[in-house]
């Protein structure tokens, strides 16, 4: 799989949980509709807000409500970055070989030009946004990511490197170069929801399936090794 040779980068880089920390602010909406002290914690420890609100009997009126702030400009602007993304991204853009292709996020297309804003106001670098059409149902996030992705690669000659908190993505791209052609690197980013997760499950880097899970310090050295050595070298340099 690829050439042993230095290999142009594509990144590929997810918003929600990576880059920023919406976890507060859902914390604070969820708070003032319900008269809740819920604290950010307990939506780390419960997977997500969805998973938190899974079993209230007011369940339903509460999804319909949380789709209206996901497709609420002001919802997604002016929340904190993860701790060190934009840094860590700046200095993944300096490197030789590598560049930002675009941002791929589970944020509706409304929202994509107060989100370009925002990431430019925070320091991020400039990059297309690829957001969730209106008609792919969040809980088909992972499918339609894949197909964003192999679509990217068609067009791509470089290595498409991904790093998104999704673990349910990073586990599909791990099936799926078992039997690609070309991999799709998954690193699977350490944040708030996937921390707990990534624990309970045991779960670690496979380099032979060009997997990872990582911290924004780590990435770095993930990404220069595919890099400076390309695909296959990487993958077996780092086993």
């Known amino acids: ?140 996030t992972v499918e339609w990511k894949v197909s964003e992705l192999e679509r990217l690669l068609k067009d791509e000659p470089g290595t498409v490197v991904v790093i998104d908190d999704n673990l349910a993505l990073g586990r599909r791209l791990r099936e799926r170069n078992h039997h690609a052609e070309r991999p799709i690197v998954s690193i699977v980013f350490l944040g708030p929801l996937t921390v707990p997760e990534v624990r309970s499950a045991g779960i670690c880097s496979r380099p032979e399936d060009h997997f990872y899970v990582a911290g924004w310090n780590d990435i770095i050295g993930i990404v220069h090794r595919y890099a400076a050595h390309g695909s296959r070298a990487a993958s077996l340099g780092s086993r």
């Open 1 to 140: 799989m690829g050439d042993v040779a230095a290999s142009d980068i594509c990144l590929v880089v997810d918003i929600d949980e990576t880059l920023l920390n919406s976890l507060p602010r859902w914390a604070e909406r969820i708070n003032n509709r319900y008269g809740w002290s819920v604290d950010v914690a307990e939506i780390e420890r419960a997977g997500g807000v969805d998973n938190f609100m899974m079993g209230h009997p007011d369940y339903a009126a509460f999804a319909a409500f949380a789709d209206g702030l996901r497709a609420d400009p002001d919802f997604n602007v002016g929340l904190d970055p993860i701790d060190g993304a934009t840094e860590a991204l700046r200095e993944l853009c300096g490197l030789p070989n590598v560049r930002l292709g675009c941002y791929l996020t589970t944020r509706p297309s409304r929202v994509v030009a107060a989100t370009a804003h925002d990431l430019r106001r925070r320091g991020f670098p400039p990059a297309p946004i690829i957001a969730r059409p209106f008609d792919v149902p969040r809980a088909h």
